[in-house]
């Protein structure tokens, strides 16, 4: 009779300290009882997943130590010309598939002109091919500058020629076009004239750009800038030394 005295006693002795300290609580975020999670019912609020901003891409960059810049168009375009240190400098004056300058730009001594006898003639008959390849050896700007630089397409200087503004002007002493493209950038092209034979011409009046692509029998397709605002792409004769304006993709 004691002893079922003392256990009642005991039972509602552990059921008024339960009362006491009140209903058992869980934490709702975890599940477990406040007194096993760790942040007491107070867990941190996940961090919001933020979209990621699109960086711009560059519009200026260099390959190999020379420098390229976007004009918004389908290639990047070289500062300078191939030969040059500077946008405003000539640079060199190679005959089409040539890879170095020299004294003297005849049909004679050029890439590509000369007939199994040694006689100069004027049709281009390496594999049949109507353009230079980069990896030819006969791509100035790939030989020159290595990495990725390349002669421009016939179309890619088509597209410079259509989509930018060109504006005649003087840098560094030196006449030329700056062409700015459809994004806002620019670079300039110096009017270097060109080479025949021994002899230079229209220097600070016209320019000559070379493309890797054939026109016809003895032209390669090039763009020429001429002082009187008038910029066209025409044939030039392959063994005259002209500018080189590399592009990369």
Not at 177 to 198: C, D, E, M, Q
């Amino acid at each position: 009779m004691k002893r079922l005295f003392a256990f009642t006693l005991l039972f509602q002795l552990m059921l008024l300290t339960a009362q006491a300290q009140g209903p058992s609580k869980t934490c709702p975020t975890c599940g477990l009882s406040m007194a096993k999670c760790q942040y007491k019912g107070k867990h941190p609020k996940p961090a919001a997943n933020k979209p990621t901003a699109n960086k711009p891409s560059a519009t200026t960059g260099n390959i190999n130590g020379y420098e390229w810049v976007d004009l918004g168009l389908s290639v990047k375009w070289a500062t300078c010309n191939v030969g040059a240190d500077k946008p405003e400098d000539y640079g060199g004056y190679y005959a089409w598939g040539e890879t170095t300058t020299k004294s003297r730009y005849d049909w004679d001594n050029c890439f590509d002109c000369l007939d199994d006898c040694g006689e100069s003639w004027s049709v281009y008959k390496i594999g049949g091919k109507t353009k230079i390849e980069p990896n030819s050896g006969h791509d100035t700007a790939r030989q020159n500058w290595g990495g990725s630089w390349r002669m421009p397409t016939i179309k890619e200087l088509e597209e410079l020629n259509s989509k930018c503004i060109w504006k005649w002007t003087s840098k560094g002493g030196h006449n030329g076009y700056v062409v700015t493209g459809p994004n806002g950038k620019s670079i300039f092209l110096p009017a270097a004239g060109f080479r025949y034979s021994t002899l230079s011409g229209y220097m600070s009046e016209d320019g000559y750009y070379w493309s890797g692509t054939l026109d016809s029998d003895n032209s390669a397709r090039t763009l020429t800038l001429c002082s009187d605002y008038h910029i066209t792409i025409n044939g030039s004769i392959r063994s005259s030394g002209h500018s080189i304006r590399p592009v990369t993709d």
